[in-house]
Antibody, heavy 117, light 107 residues
Framework: QVQLQESGPGLVKPSETLSLTCTVS??????????WSWIRQPPGKGLEWIGY???????NYNPSLKSRVTISVDTSNNQFSLKLNSVTAADTAVYYC?????????WGQGTLVTVSS | DIQMTQSPSSLSASVGDRVTITCQAS??????LNWYQQKPGKAPKLLIY???NLETGVPSRFSGSGSGTYFTFTISSLQPEDIATYYC?????????FGPGTKVDIK
């Protein structure tokens, strides 16, 4: 059974960089032809797709965030990561990692990141 | 971006009731539509993919239909454990976009 787990700071200061890592267990990020995505959800609001990465390093980002986001993969540690720079309070959200670029069958539990000084 | 709308935004129904949620896309997305269930404090769970295919292990009281721009999601007999927010999501185009959600509770 594939499991995903997000990790990273829960508090980030405005204008700084949000960095999160998703560790995958029960499967490999570099096998099976799967894509690996990040999705976020501001408190009390809906879901926003951030982007995805393939193990080869190919990425696709939401244009609304494209200038600030980088998703990378670390096949040796079976992880993929999210960096979002120049954050503001509007980036406060629960961040989820998930498998797939279309149908997200496996999700992490989510991690709340608050942007505040 | 493809805009997804859902109706209603919330509903209250009795146990055993039939519940229907609609989802509309701003352009034709064929059948590239998912339905997710999200309970408070939890990650979304995929229930329906390709507009009408039931995900493995999901109870048969859940169903989906539609194509093009208009889709429906139905719970044939509402159960207490179905209390959640339901989201549609299109995957015909990038960026992937979600509907605003429909909150379902028990009357």
């Amino acid at each position: 059974q594939v499991q995903l787990q997000e990790s990273g700071p829960g508090l980030v200061k405005p204008s700084e960089t949000l960095s999160l890592t998703c560790t995958v267990s029960g499967g490999s990020v570099s096998s099976g032809g799967f894509y690996w995505s990040w999705i976020r959800q501001p408190p009390g609001k809906g879901l926003e797709w951030i982007g995805y990465i393939y193990y080869s390093g190919s990425t696709n980002y939401n244009p609304s965030l494209k200038s600030r986001v980088t998703i990378s993969v670390d096949t040796s540690n079976n992880q993929f990561s999210l960096k979002l720079n120049s954050v503001t309070a509007a980036d406060t959200a629960v961040y989820y990692c998930a498998r797939g670029r279309s149908n997200h069958r496996y999700w992490g539990q989510g991690t709340l990141v608050t942007v505040s000084s | 971006d493809i805009q997804m709308t859902q109706s209603p935004s919330s509903l209250s129904a009795s146990v055993g009731d039939r519940v229907t949620i609609t989802c509309q896309a701003s352009q034709d997305i064929s059948n590239y539509l998912n339905w997710y269930q999200q309970k408070p404090g939890k990650a979304p769970k995929l229930l329906i993919y390709d507009a009408s295919n039931l995900e493995t292990g999901v109870p048969s009281r859940f169903s989906g239909s539609g194509s093009g721009t208009y889709f429906t999601f139905t719970i044939s007999s509402l159960q207490p454990e179905d209390i959640a927010t339901y989201y549609c999501q299109q995957y015909d185009n990038f960026p992937r976009t979600f509907g605003p959600g429909t909150k379902v509770d028990i009357k």
